[in-house]
């Protein structure tokens, strides 16, 4: 049973560029959360989804930012017009539903904006 | 609203020695409580949790871990450290909402 999966790990963009970071959760799952770390910081929440609905996305920072869940596909966090202070490491996860209280985490995506 | 203080931000021990991480939550309801280990450059691993049934807790690779209600702490530990258990170590609280609230971490360092 294959783990959560995300792509690319790294990731470099130019400040104003686009970044989209691919997250495919654990077979039989159907939610998913994102997690940003920043350097030296724990993980913080930023959007849980369900598929084609966003159902908590009170981390997710107001402008540049957004997430979806489509019927088909993975998960895709997409951040517009990149700037410094987005370079972090991007976690997603994933849990079978609701009441399970174990999310299982993929390795992660390092984006580095230059 | 709920939040995570992990005390030492670095720990070291001697190879053989105990391992405690501290970890003290606030929570308006009864918590679920989370150990996650991270080695470099990797996920999150599930170390052990707390679901409101036995206070002792434990985990993979030796690891356990306490529910204090009354000190609001659930920290972890193992009697003798090995050299693979250096990384870094999250404690998270959830209040249900499927939303997961981490520590700033623990760097364990183990000293051969």
């Known amino acids: 049973n294959a783990g959560v999966m995300q792509n690319p790990r790294h990731l470099v963009r130019r400040r104003g560029q686009e970044a989209r970071l691919r997250c495919s959760p654990m077979?039989?799952?159907?939610?998913v959360y994102w997690y940003r770390q920043l350097p030296e910081e724990g993980l913080k929440f930023m959007v849980y989804l369900q598929k084609e609905n966003i159902i908590d996305e009170s981390g997710m920072p107001k402008e540049r930012f957004s997430a979806e869940f489509p019927k088909e596909g993975p998960s895709i966090l997409r951040i517009q017009q990149v700037v410094r202070g987005d370079s972090a490491a991007y976690f997603c996860?994933?849990?079978?539903?609701?009441?399970?209280?174990?999310?299982?985490f993929g390795p992660g995506t390092r984006l580095t904006v230059t | 609203a709920q939040s995570v203080t992990q005390l030492g931000s670095h720990v070291s021990v001697s190879e053989g020695a105990l391992v405690l991480l501290r970890c003290n939550y606030s929570?308006?309801?009864?918590?679920?409580l989370f150990w996650y280990v991270q080695y470099p450059n990797q996920g999150l691993q599930l170390l052990l949790k707390?679901?409101?049934?036995?206070?002792l807790v434990k985990g993979i690779n030796g690891f356990e871990a306490e529910f204090k209600k009354s000190e609001t702490s659930f920290h972890l530990t193992k009697p003798s450290a090995h050299m693979s258990d250096a990384a870094e170590y999250f404690c998270?609280?959830?209040?249900?909402?499927?939303?997961?609230?981490f520590g700033t971490g623990t760097r364990l360092t183990i000293i051969p």
């Open positions: 077979k039989g799952h159907s939610h």
């Open positions: 707390y679901t409101s049934a036995a206070t």
């Open positions: 929570s308006s309801v009864p918590p679920y």
């Open positions: 996860a994933s849990s079978p539903g609701t009441g399970a209280l174990e999310q299982y």
């Open positions: 998270a609280v959830s209040e249900g909402n499927e939303k997961l609230t």
